[in-house]
């Protein structure tokens, strides 16, 4: 197995392999994500083994793109704070291929854009417990792995799907395996374990509560990873959802996405 891998968020795209069942839930997640998404608010607060804490702010961007396969998603994450990361920006454009999604980050002390690629893809995101390469499923979730479905279980009190997923051949991800339970009305993950070999080594978990609807979009509005062997942990908490204004096509450019307010 090559580097890591996540999901979160929206959990937006239906998986290479996936027996019929798993399919449709896929397809339901995909169906929930609008044509285009902002998330003027996204913080991220990650807290260390002896309950230190550090938050970084920013702003996120998707939309699906109208050619090529339905729904093929482009992402952007711009930093707002605090003042040494402000202006680091990072995009994923996915492709036909999923093996080539494309992955770049802009940080202002370097003054140009880097593909993610390799071992950099498995650095930690600024000092939370996401990686480069988890940002990548916040729009781009489960298009290396492929899908079954395990018996329904409730989380929160809510009925979900719990979908289990195994790394495709050739797959970038230091995970053998993703075990997701998904809001059966939301169609929304609201929990996750990921495996290395039998051992789960980092956990997404969602609050009671925290699941939210804008429009007929559902989201999760606050989601914890946990890494229970290092003992650290970091808090994702979005703000209001806007999908009536497209974002500025700068943002979905690799020559262009860092540049802007």
């Known amino acids: 197995m090559k580097r890591p891998w996540m999901l979160l968020l929206a959990l937006l795209v239906t998986p290479v392999w996936a027996d019929e069942q798993a399919q449709k839930v896929m397809e339901c997640m995909r169906a929930n994500v609008p044509a285009q998404l902002s998330i003027g608010m996204l ?8 309950g230190g804490s550090r938050q970084m702010r920013g702003r996120m961007f998707t939309r699906k793109e109208t050619g090529g396969p339905a729904g093929r998603m482009t992402a952007s994450l711009r930093i707002d704070s605090p003042a040494e990361f402000k202006g680091a920006s990072y995009l994923v454009v996915e492709t036909d291929d999923y093996l080539r999604d494309g992955m770049f980050v802009y940080l202002p002390g370097v003054k140009r854009v880097r593909r993610v690629t390799g071992t950099f893809a498995d650095a930690s995101l600024m000092g939370t417990n996401f990686s480069y390469f988890d940002f990548k499923q916040l729009q781009n979730a489960f298009g290396d792995l492929s899908a079954k479905v395990e018996p329904a279980e409730h989380i929160n009190g809510r009925p979900t799907h719990v979908l289990s997923f195994k790394a495709l051949p050739g797959a970038e991800t230091r995970y053998t395996g993703v075990k997701t339970w998904i809001d059966q009305q939301a169609c929304v993950a609201v929990r996750a374990e990921f495996y290395e ?6 956990e997404l978990s969602s ?21 229970p062997s ?11 959802l806007d999908s009536d204004h497209q974002p500025p096509n700068r943002y979905f450019d690799a020559n262009a996405f860092f540049m802007g307010p």
Not at 43 to 50: F, K, V, W
Not at 230 to 240: D, E, F, N, P
């Open 43 to 50: 913080e991220l607060t990650a807290y260390d083994r002896a």
């Open 197 to 202: 070999g039998k051992k789960v080594v980092k």
């Open 207 to 227: 609050l009671a509560g925290s699941l939210r609807q804008a429009g007929s979009t559902w989201y999760v509005s606050e989601i914890e990873m946990r890494d």
């Open 230 to 240: 290092a003992g650290t942990r970091t808090v994702l908490r979005m703000g209001a």
